[in-house]
């Protein structure tokens, strides 16, 4: 099927109090690995292109990469674009046929994140392109340290804009290969009470599968991206296929025998997130 937008697979997570998984991609195996999860999960599936996948692959490419993955679905498939730091880079990914961009403006001051995510908003609209905000900060494990996002900034941020979907910190961190994050519950109930918009954490790995399950049933996240522990799982199934073979060599075959097992998490994670 066509690509869908995240507004559209946001609003089915909604009917059903499920969590959409964001999934950070780095290559076609792992994409593919992901969309045939969904397929089997019978789950929507968001490909995202992060900084890291676009420093590596021109965005254009990750363009046509995910609608050649998505005309082959049977479940809806976003492309995404994910942190998009400037206009320019938003654009780019709407040219190059994305459905959904993040554009995050969250190290900017508040007024600044606001006209910046307003600008990109317009661009997007024309195209029927989806958008995610972020407004406070989301901090990296041994990185930059999170601000957690205010009650002020969330209420005058979604006032101001009119995006698709919101990224906000609240205990979440990215790129945490155990799962350890404590989320602020009080101030996620508070930041919901002063919007509407579906919420998205972004750190998913780091977050316990219980409170996953509590972030869709008793609250309003509607996404939740997943990267670190897809990609431990990817790396660890290569190097146990190359201790067990040492005579492989090429590039292909190791990386799709690594696909069944990283399909076979990813349904997991889709299952549990989105339910049966
Ligand atoms: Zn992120």
């Known amino acids: 099927m066509p690509l869908a937008t995240l507004k559209k697979v946001l609003a089915a ?6 969590l959409c998984l964001g999934f950070v991609c780095q290559g076609w195996e792992d994409s593919r690995a992901y969309v045939r ?23 254009s490419l990750w ?11 049977t479940v809806p498939v976003v492309a995404h674009l994910d942190h998009g730091r400037t206009l320019e880079e938003c654009v780019s990914a709407i040219e190059a046929g994305f459905s ?17 995510t307003n600008a990109v908003t317009q661009a997007a609209r024309k195209f029927g392109v989806s958008v995610e905000a972020e407004v406070g900060q989301v901090g990296y494990e041994d990185g930059a340290p999170s601000e957690g996002t205010t009650l002020v900034e969330a209420q005058t941020f979604a006032a101001q804009t009119q995006i698709d979907a919101l990224a906000i910190s609240v205990g979440n961190l990215h790129l945490q290969t155990k799962d350890r994050a404590r989320i602020d519950w009080q101030r996620l109930a508070e930041i919901e009470a002063v919007t509407s918009v579906p919420l998205v954490l972004h750190g998913g790995s780091g977050i316990l599968p219980e409170d996953r399950l509590r972030l869709a049933r ?5 996404k939740l991206n997943v990267g670190t522990e897809l990609r431990m799982r990817f790396g660890s199934t290569i190097r146990a296929t190359l201790e067990a073979d040492p005579a492989l060599f090429d590039r292909t075959t190791i990386l799709t025998k690594a696909e069944p097992a990283l399909a076979a998490l990813a349904q997991d994670l889709l ?3 989105w339910g049966q």
């Open 13 to 18: 997570a909604d009917a059903r109090q499920a």
């Open 37 to 59: 999860a969904g397929e089997a999960a019978g789950a929507p599936v968001i490909l995202s292109a992060g900084p890291g996948a676009r420093a590596n692959m021109p965005v």
């Open 218 to 222: 008793e609250h309003r996240v509607r």
């Open 63 to 73: 363009g046509e990469l995910f609608r050649e993955l998505a005309k082959g679905a």
């Open 271 to 273: 299952t549990q997130s």
């Open 100 to 116: 959904s961009v993040m554009i995050d403006g969250s190290a900017l001051a508040l007024d600044e994140n606001i006209a910046l």
